[in-house]
């Protein structure tokens, strides 16, 4: 894979950090870029848009400045996350303002549109398409989008049901392009293994819940840190979309996470909880099946600081 000239030489490690819905925030995503991996946030967690202006100048400007600071270690390019669904209405606005910025990378869910990813093109960014399927990878791929997120089983907040091995190997096979890993990915060997795999980068999301910079409950993110794989359901209820969240959230809203009932995918809802009381944005709270190897809440650049050694340590273990 011809990597992409925005990312290219800009990276500390083959990470991108995953948009966080509510808590993806400028100071998040600063840590992220300045540590070396690509940091990101969701478009909606900036409300009203202006607000949006006013975070993309900050994390524009906080990193210029960096940069200038640190010409022999820059800081990586950031992304924004669009979810392009019919029922975004605030997609237009949004994507003017990224343009405004000329925001390097752009993820796209839930949708793909061909507009957005030749508007994205235009100002010499790429897009990436998070995916559930290879219909879904293709008819991204054939609408012009630069690279694909393979969403597999495990991963955080909305998330695929196949294994990462078989979507990643099947993808490849036709597809030459940028691909991230998405699913349970927590650990430096978890990186290097989704490289083994054919991807080109983790995407890495859950694990930065637990992390000072992030704009979650404490109670969320210490559910991270004693949260392990059993402790997460799958389920489309709260949006209409599949998705895997914390158990405990889900039984402190007064649910059985044993016996959900199942929402009608036709009724997408991505802000009121879909058929419950819960609103899935702040009750219910999504995770990754990865988070038993997150073991304290610490800053995003300890973080990936661990992720590098434990990064080495798994190529010396594998190479010798």
Same mark, same amino acid.
């Given at each position: 894979?011809?990597?992409?000239?925005?990312?290219?030489?800009?990276?500390?490690?083959?990470?991108?950090?995953?948009?966080?819905?509510?808590?993806?925030?400028?100071?998040?995503?600063?840590?992220?870029?300045?540590?070396?991996?690509?940091?990101?946030?969701?478009?909606?967690?900036?409300?009203?848009?202006?607000?949006?202006?006013?975070?993309?100048?900050?994390?524009?400007?906080?990193?210029?400045?960096?940069?200038?600071?640190?010409?022999?270690?820059?800081?990586?390019?950031?992304?924004?996350?669009?979810?392009?669904?019919?029922?975004?209405?605030?997609?237009?606005?949004?994507?003017?303002?990224?343009?405004?910025?000329?925001?390097?990378?752009?993820?796209?869910?839930?949708?793909?549109?061909?507009?957005?990813?030749?508007?994205?093109?235009?100002?010499?960014?790429?897009?990436?398409?998070?995916?559930?399927?290879?219909?879904?990878?293709?008819?991204?791929?054939?609408?012009?989008?630069?690279?694909?997120?393979?969403?597999?089983?495990?991963?955080?907040?909305?998330?695929?049901?196949?294994?990462?091995?078989?979507?990643?190997?099947?993808?490849?096979?036709?597809?030459?392009?940028?691909?991230?890993?998405? +699913? #349970?990915?927590?650990?430096? @060997?978890?990186?290097? /293994?989704? $490289?083994?795999? &054919?991807?080109?980068?983790?995407?890495?999301?859950?694990?930065?819940?637990?992390?000072?910079?992030?704009?979650?409950?404490?109670?969320?993110?210490?559910?991270?840190?004693?949260?392990?794989?059993?402790?997460?359901?799958?389920?489309?209820?709260?949006?209409?979309?599949?998705?895997?969240?914390?158990?405990?959230?889900?039984?402190?809203?007064?649910?059985?996470?044993?016996?959900?009932?199942?929402?009608?995918?036709?009724?997408?809802?991505?802000?009121?909880?879909?058929?419950?009381?819960?609103?899935?944005?702040?009750?219910?709270? +999504? #995770?990754?099946?990865?988070? @038993?190897?997150?073991? /304290?809440? $610490?800053?995003? &650049?300890?973080?990936?600081?661990?992720?590098?050694?434990?990064?080495?340590?798994?190529?010396?273990?594998?190479?010798?």
């Amino acid at each position: 894979m011809a990597e992409p000239d925005i990312l290219k030489g800009k990276l500390r490690l083959p990470v991108i950090g995953a948009p966080l819905f509510i808590i993806s925030n400028p100071d998040l995503v600063i840590a992220q870029c300045k540590a070396g991996i690509v940091g990101s946030f969701p478009s909606l967690n900036a409300r009203p848009v202006s607000q949006l202006d006013e975070w993309l100048d900050q994390i524009t400007s906080e990193l210029e400045s960096y940069n200038r600071a640190n010409p022999d270690r820059p800081a990586a390019p950031f992304a924004v996350n669009q979810i392009v669904h019919r029922s975004n209405n605030r997609l237009e606005e949004d994507m003017a303002m990224c343009e405004k910025y000329k925001v390097p990378v752009v993820i796209c869910s839930l949708g793909a549109r061909e507009d957005v990813y030749k508007a994205v093109d235009g100002w010499g960014g790429i897009t990436l398409h998070d995916v559930i399927n290879q219909r879904f990878a293709h008819k991204a791929i054939e609408k012009g989008a630069t690279g694909l997120i393979c969403v597999s089983a495990g991963a955080g907040g909305h998330a695929g049901a196949l294994s990462p091995f078989g979507f990643i190997a099947e993808t490849r096979e036709w597809f030459d392009g940028p691909i991230l890993c998405s +699913g #349970s990915i927590s650990t430096g @060997g978890g990186v290097l /293994a989704a $490289q083994a795999m &054919g991807a080109d980068y983790a995407y890495i999301g859950s694990a930065f819940i637990a992390t000072q910079e992030a704009r979650a409950d404490e109670r969320y993110k210490q559910g991270i840190v004693e949260g392990s794989a059993e402790d997460i359901v799958y389920t489309n209820l709260f949006t209409g979309v599949h998705g895997n969240y914390l158990r405990k959230s889900i039984e402190d809203a007064g649910l059985d996470p044993d016996n959900l009932p199942v929402s009608d995918p036709s009724a997408m809802n991505f802000g009121s909880g879909g058929n419950t009381d819960a609103k899935a944005w702040k009750d219910i709270w +999504g #995770s990754g099946q990865g988070i @038993g190897s997150i073991k /304290a809440v $610490q800053s995003a &650049g300890d973080y990936i600081d661990q992720l590098e050694r434990e990064y080495k340590a798994a190529q010396a273990r594998v190479c010798g």
